[in-house]
């Protein structure tokens, strides 16, 4: 089976407070995906890696920036956290690399809720 | 701008009734069409879609795409109170360096006893 894991399952920071979320996935995928779920609004997606140190910003990127040092963990890391970024964050990963390669599906972790005070 | 539309937005249901949800997109490079159900953590994988008029079945859940509409429909059967979730629809669409998943808003399903 498929592992996402993320690092935390709720986290509660400061305005102004620097962020990191980690996510780690197990089935060596290429395609690594970092999307916030607010209600109303759905999953937006942020960030995507397609590869170690390769990423490419999403719909959302601003205020976000990520890190894919190692091809198992994609980070998110919120420079100074602020009160709408306050959601739910959710990490995926697919299988193989760009182009029509590969599977669609993405595998989710479980999810970190984040609430910036 | 690609875009997929999920409706209704919620749905009351009452055990052993049948449902369908809906899915419409307008999305470049269309591959393929995802339904997701969310229950309290993260979204799991129910449906991969690339094929019009061919049925996707597992147990009480079906669904099938119109690639010339633009549409897929989420039918379950005989309903219990654990299909109570958000399901949520999912397109991808080629974007360059690899492929990009464009969620709707979902559907919350409630299934009363």
């Known amino acids: 089976d498929v592992k996402v894991t993320q690092s935390s399952r709720y986290l509660v920071k400061r305005t102004g407070e620097k962020v990191f979320l980690e996510c780690v996935q197990d089935?060596?995928?290429?395609?690594m995906f970092w999307y916030r779920q607010d209600p109303g609004l759905g999953l937006r997606l942020i960030y995507f890696?397609?590869?170690?140190?390769?990423?490419e910003k999403g719909d959302i990127p601003e205020g976000y920036s990520v890190s894919r040092e190692k091809k198992e963990r994609f980070s998110l890391i919120l420079e100074s956290a602020s009160t709408n970024q306050t959601s739910m964050y959710l990490c995926?990963?697919?299988?193989?690399?760009?182009?029509?390669?590969?599977?669609?599906?993405?595998?989710f972790g479980p999810g970190t809720r984040l609430t910036v005070l | 701008e690609d875009k997929v539309v999920q409706s209704p937005l919620s749905l009351v249901v009452h055990e052993g009734d049948t449902v369908t949800l809906n899915c419409s997109y307008e999305?470049?490079?269309?591959?393929?069409l995802l339904w997701y159900k969310q229950e309290k953590k993260a979204p799991t994988f129910l449906f991969m879609l690339?094929?019009?008029?061919i049925e996707k079945k597992s147990g009480r859940l079906s669904s099938i795409l119109d690639k010339k509409e633009l549409f897929s429909i989420l039918n379950i059967t005989a309903t219990q109170t654990g299909d109570s979730a958000i399901y949520l629809c999912?397109?991808?669409?080629?974007?360059?360096?690899?492929?990009?998943?464009?969620f709707g808003t979902g559907t919350l399903l409630a299934v009363q006893p």
């Open positions: 995926a990963s697919s299988l193989n690399g760009g182009g029509f390669k590969g599977t669609d599906t993405q595998y």
């Open positions: 089935m060596d995928h290429e395609n």
């Open positions: 890696s397609y590869d170690v140190k390769m990423k």
């Open positions: 999305v470049t490079n269309f591959r393929s």
């Open positions: 690339t094929s019009s008029g």
């Open positions: 999912a397109v991808v669409g080629y974007g360059g360096a690899t492929n990009k998943l464009i």
